[in-house]
């Protein structure tokens, strides 16, 4: 039965239904098999019975009836074969006309006879055959100075009444399985559908965004139980989407909040108080200008998320030389050496090649040597290295700071994690950073990790899979060099950017 939603999309079926559908046929199936099969084998048996027995008491027949006995010794020994097998035996000769016994009212059998002529000619000394209530057996004997036929027969009345009985029990055979389908499909029905109902039901409340439910139950069956902990394993997946969803909001709501307060206060003073003062206006703006660049560094982390999260393209994947890439990431914080007294030791080995999205690597590196810069201790000293280690390239962002406690450790990848603590760090960061670097990386497959003890500072760790060195200097050999000095600019105007911000 087809059920139609008020949407329009079918809703198919009852389980019920298809089950005691599906339960009937095959048991009515296999009972009809049954009943045929049964049929055909009886019948065989039987015929095959009533040959042998009609082929034994003819061959008795032609034994005791030769060319010599009298009439009513033949009388005699047919009637005897009837006591003996339940077979009517007669005798007719070539014409067809009856011999024996007298009862046979003299018939004429010519169809017959003529029949017989034929069959038995080509040296077969006997013949069965059937005319449908009857199975009959016949010999060529000699009697009487000539040649005739002794014919055995026996009725198959028992077989079409065995055959009708066992009809009458073939439908009740039918009418018992169809009532026993229905009640084991019915059982089954309930065995199936209560769980798929129950668990469909909480899957409707899970739509709904309740999260609270509990698909844990345990059902008797495999596929509703692994149906159920999938479901299971969604609601939880989805509160915690949600979760983070919530908390993204609030901490983005706030991070805005601020800086638009602050520009908004800032611009009434300039407005109000600091205007015609140069100096002050000066400092006034220089706070909204950088309150501006918080919100749209924080704007351009939300947008980096948001396109990791929805996968970036295989094909922008290229192998480079990570080496070079590590010198000029690193060189992008040279300002902080003359500006604020920082010391960053690159020390990178030569031509580590690798195949990955260089634009997003490169985000990588940038945001880690910055955390290790903003969180380095007061020698204001950073190292960064990267050194073949077996099949991989190893990339380590060593500083001096205060480390991670070991509970943090686990969390400061997550979407907006900062440590309770306040911070004054040279580089600015949007608490966005290493989940931006976790989902750079995971993307790629690459191991990453940190080691941190502290007080003693802290060691963040990437594992780049090594491409080989020839495919890397062949691509950049065939860069047209037009090509190349383009990037090369590019590459400089985005650090610039970087280093402005
Ligand atoms: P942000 O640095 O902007 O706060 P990140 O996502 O880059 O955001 O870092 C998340 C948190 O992880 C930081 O707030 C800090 O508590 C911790 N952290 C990151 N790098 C270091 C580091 N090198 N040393 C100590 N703590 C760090």
Known sequence: MLGKRKNGTKTGKSLNLVLWFCFSLFAIAV????????NALVDRHYRKKTVEKLETAGAELSDKITPSTDGQDALKVIVEAYKNY??????????????????????SYPALAEVLKKELSGG??????????TLTYAIEIPFGGQNCYLCVMSSLESLTRLEEGMGQISLIMVLVTIVLSFVASGFVAVLVTKPVNEVTARAKQLARGDYSLDFKEHYFCREINELSETLDYACTEMSKAEKIQQELIAN??????T??????AYASMIREISGDDKEKRDAHAKIIIDESDRLTALVVDLLDISKIRAGFDEEERTVFNLSEEVYRVAGRFDYLKETAGYTILTEAEDDLYVFANRARIEQV??????NAVNYTGEDKTVQVKLFRNGENSRFEVVDSGKGIKQEEISTIWDRYYR???????????TGLGLSIVKGI???????????SEEGKGSTFWVEFFSAPAEEGAKREAAEEPAKKSVRKKKEKMSSGDRNDS
């Open 31 to 38: 009972v009809l098999i049954f009943i045929v099969v049964q």
């Open 86 to 107: 339940g077979v009517t035996g007669y005798l007719i000769d070539s014409d067809g006309q009856s011999l024996f016994p007298d009862w046979t009212d003299q018939k």
């Open 124 to 133: 077969r000394d006997s013949v069965t055959f059937s005319d449908g209530n």
């Open 252 to 257: 983005v709501s706030h991070d805005f909040k």
């Open 259 to 264: 800086p638009l307060t602050m520009i908004k």
């Open 365 to 370: 590196l940038y945001n880690l040597i910055g």
């Open 419 to 429: 440590s309770s603590e306040t911070h004054k760090r040279p580089v600015k960061g």
């Open 441 to 451: 990386l995971e993307a790629h497959g690459y191991p990453f990790g940190v080691e």
